[in-house]
């Protein structure tokens, strides 16, 4: 079973956008795979629909063919078919609804304290991360920008338009709250495998939850049209275990704490 | 694809030389009172929940701690370690930009909050 796991999570897990991709990247969060286990119930009742939809649309123009059948029926009322291609759509509405809004609402639901809290403030065209858990003042003690690495700066099997120098660093398995907030206009901080998107409002600050449930490195790109570099503003979130987090966020602090 | 991306991509060890210096923040004594020095035990602290604010918007939130803060201050001197736990949830709520900007105003006498 764990041999199983561990084939098929380092095999390919898909955390970033693919060519021609169709379905969703691999869920990363309780919240992304209650939206995934969503999809699929809902998908269901929908291929179910079509196809009968479309069978009746299909049956109905063959059939009626001036030839074949020259004389058209003239019914106008039928009650009992209407009262039940009333009824019948409606049940199937609130099958649909009855999963959809128990994610809804244990989305909303703020259970435990966070661990940590991160702000992402977008600024055109960067992101700035800070983790202010650690200050003893005023001053910012961990703070960096986060810009898109150009094409040709690449290196081989890296990802293009997806990349950036400093990745946001957090600790997987730990409940996580980030705010957003914008510096000029309007962005978003959106990241599919996590399942979060979150405008980035200026004069507010946006708060989501998160607990990322494995390690691993996840893209996502500004999603609010925020001036020409709007498409070059990634977001990289990388999960490390908690011993490397601590070790990571030491590390950015000595520097700082040695000037001072 | 993504295969090629954990073969070629700088692990965070390699990024950050993790390895060259996790034996030198060992030796270095703690600077943060919260900080995570014991690898084993990492304790993460940071504002709570507040049920004032139950929603997405946590504006009112930062503004209201930094508000808090300063009003026990006034009280209770500025080395009072009550207030020390404001002065961290604000911190870690309110963007630096914010907290500079309403330093200011204090200052001049402009900061628009019952203080």
């Avoid at chain 1, 897990?13 to 379905?23: T, V």
């Avoid at chain 1, 291609?85 to 809804?104: E, K, N, V």
């Avoid at chain 1, 338009?161 to 997987?172: C, F, G, K, Y």
């Avoid at chain 2, 014991?38 to 009112?60: C, E, G, S």
Wanted: glycine share 4%; aromatic share 12%.
């Amino acid at each position: 079973m764990i041999v199983l796991k561990w084939l098929f999570l380092t095999i390919s897990p898909c955390d970033a956008a693919e060519p021609w991709q169709l379905g969703f990247q691999d869920a990363a969060t309780p919240i992304m795979q209650g939206i995934i286990d969503l999809h699929h119930d809902i998908f269901f009742f929908l291929i179910l629909i079509l196809v009968f939809v479309l069978w009746i649309l299909v049956r109905a123009l063959w059939h009626f063919h001036y030839k074949e059948n020259a004389i058209p029926q003239r019914i106008v009322h039928g009650t009992t078919i209407e009262i039940l291609w009333t009824i019948f759509p409606s049940l199937i509405l609130m099958f649909i609804a009855i999963p959809s809004f128990a994610l809804l609402y244990s989305m909303d639901e703020v259970v435990v304290d966070p661990a940590i809290t991160i702000k992402a403030i977008g600024h055109q065209w960067y992101w700035t991360y800070e983790y202010s858990d650690y200050n003893s003042s005023d001053e910012q003690s961990l703070t960096f920008d986060s810009y898109m690495i150009p094409e040709e700066d690449l290196e081989l099997g890296q990802l293009r338009l997806l990349e950036v120098d400093n990745r946001v660093v957090v600790p997987a398995k730990t409940h996580l709250r980030i705010i957003v907030t914008s510096a000029d206009v309007l962005h978003s901080w959106a990241v599919p495998s996590l399942g979060v998107k979150c405008d980035a409002v200026p004069g507010r600050l946006n708060q989501i939850s998160i607990l990322v449930q494995r390690e691993g490195v996840y893209y996502g790109q500004c999603s609010e049209i925020c001036g020409t570099n709007h498409a070059f503003m990634p977001i990289v979130v990388e999960a490390v275990s908690r011993k490397d987090y601590g070790s990571w966020v030491s590390n950015q602090l000595i520097p700082q704490t040695g000037e001072a | 694809m993504a295969e090629a991306v954990s073969a070629k991509t700088p692990s965070l060890s390699e990024q950050y030389h993790l390895e060259n210096e996790v034996k030198q923040v060992k030796e270095d004594p703690s600077d943060e009172n919260t900080s995570e020095e014991t690898p084993d035990d990492i304790t993460l602290k940071t504002a709570p929940a507040d049920f004032r604010f139950p929603t997405t918007n946590q504006t009112r939130h930062c503004f209201t701690r930094y508000i808090e803060y300063h009003r026990c201050v006034a009280a209770k001197g500025d080395d009072a370690p009550e207030c020390d736990k404001f002065a961290k949830f604000y911190r870690s709520l309110c963007p630096s930009e914010w907290v500079d900007r309403w330093n200011e105003q204090r200052e001049n006498g402009t900061f628009p909050g019952p203080l």
